[in-house]
């Protein structure tokens, strides 16, 4: 159907187009729509190459119909060349495109469902609450391949940017300097915590908002905040925590206090390095974990500091640089949890909380270990 043009430019007015773009994007739709229809894999395309465009009649005025006939040939490069022909209520020819060439995407079913529904699709998956005693708080779990994330001129990328993001993210999103992989970690962390929210909002409150409306502010040292329209129908934002590492991030959201209430960490699976442990931990701690069988010492390393790191964050003040502000006092390895006292320079900054003792559950998911704090 052939739309007005009104509207498509800031300056208003009708502009007389030589071509209809919108009509030719419109059959170039035909394409996808055979894809989506009879190929079983990688049906999502992008248009890449064009031979010929051959114009034989002024552009049709609104509201006629057009009809668009298409022969396609998948080849055995994994593309597609099609051949499109336009013609007008009378049957007459329109327009005529030969060789319209499209790459084939193997686009993740999630981002692809995502792209389609993106107030009903999460694109991360569910991690198990920390507390099972405690109804009032969710954690997810996001990783995107990096591939995906800088393929085709990272078109991916900027798709769920301006999907998910709400206008002042996307402002903070085109002014982010450094590589592309620190964009894209900046990214899967925004889209995590928005993930988290939404799951909160849903289970508690029986909302279902688009990703946009979650607007993820940063607040003191780099804590983030989420905010939205939602807030004034709920009374008060859910606390809010996340951590992303190489392209992974989660992210916990729950009832909590006005500078925290919750904490997240997470880390790959790895060995530290030589000194790690003197540097990260008390004594009282490496005793801990030396205590462990040697098997699970690596492991209890990464969970110790997650545990040290979500708890920080629980209370809103951070490590700040001293591994030293939080003390484990106990490991229970077969429940995950670690006793962590609030010493230091912590109990300091926050009196109240002065000899009291902390709670982080820990876990492992593959080849990552993520810790939570309430």
């Known amino acids: 159907r052939a739309l007005p043009s009104a509207g498509l430019f800031r300056s208003g007015g009708t502009p007389p187009f030589l071509l209809d773009a919108l009509l030719l994007d419109a059959a170039s739709q035909v394409v996808g729509y055979w894809t989506a229809e009879f190929l079983e894999r ?39 060349r099609a051949d499109l022909e336009i013609a007008g209520p009378d049957g007459r020819l329109l327009a005529r495109l030969s060789g319209w060439e499209v790459k084939r995407i193997r686009l993740p079913e999630r981002i692809y469902a995502f792209r389609l529904a993106p107030r009903d699709v999460l694109l991360s998956d569910p991690l198990p609450a920390p507390d099972p005693a405690d109804d009032g708080v969710r954690c997810c779990r996001l990783e995107i391949d990096d591939r995906l994330l800088v393929a085709d001129g990272g078109i991916w990328r900027e798709g769920l940017a301006h999907l998910a993001l709400a206008r002042e993210e996307r402002e903070a999103w085109r002014a982010l300097s450094g590589s592309e992989a620190r964009r894209g970690e900046w990214l899967v962390g925004r889209l995590a915590a928005k993930d988290a929210v939404r799951l909160f909002l849903k289970a508690r409150h029986g909302l279902a908002v688009y990703p946009a409306d979650v607007v993820i502010q940063s607040e003191g040292p780099g804590r983030p905040v989420a905010a939205g329209p939602w807030v004034e129908t709920i009374g008060q934002a859910p606390a809010l925590s996340l951590s992303h590492s190489n392209g992974l991030a989660v992210a916990i959201a729950g009832q909590g206090r006005a500078r925290g209430g919750v904490g997240i960490d997470v880390e790959r699976l790895r060995r530290t390095a030589p000194g790690f442990e003197d540097l990260a931990f008390t004594a009282g701690e490496r005793d801990l974990l030396h205590a462990l069988a040697q098997g699970d010492r690596d492991e209890w390393t990464l969970r110790l500091w997650c545990a040290k ?4 964050k629980a209370l809103g003040s951070g490590l700040r640089g001293d591994p030293r502000r939080f003390e484990a006092r106990a490991i229970d390895a077969g429940r995950g949890t670690v006793h962590l006292d609030v010493a230091g320079v912590t109990a300091g900054d926050l009196p109240g909380l002065a000899g009291s003792t902390l709670t982080a559950w820990t876990g492992r998911d593959g080849d990552v270990i993520v810790a939570t704090a309430l």
């Open 42 to 80: 990688d049906f999502v395309v992008f248009p890449i190459g064009l031979d010929r465009l051959e114009i034989f009649a002024a552009p049709l005025a609104p509201p006629a119909t057009a009809r668009c006939r298409t022969r396609c040939d998948v080849r055995s490069d994994g593309t597609i």
């Open 309 to 312: 790191e979500a708890a920080a």
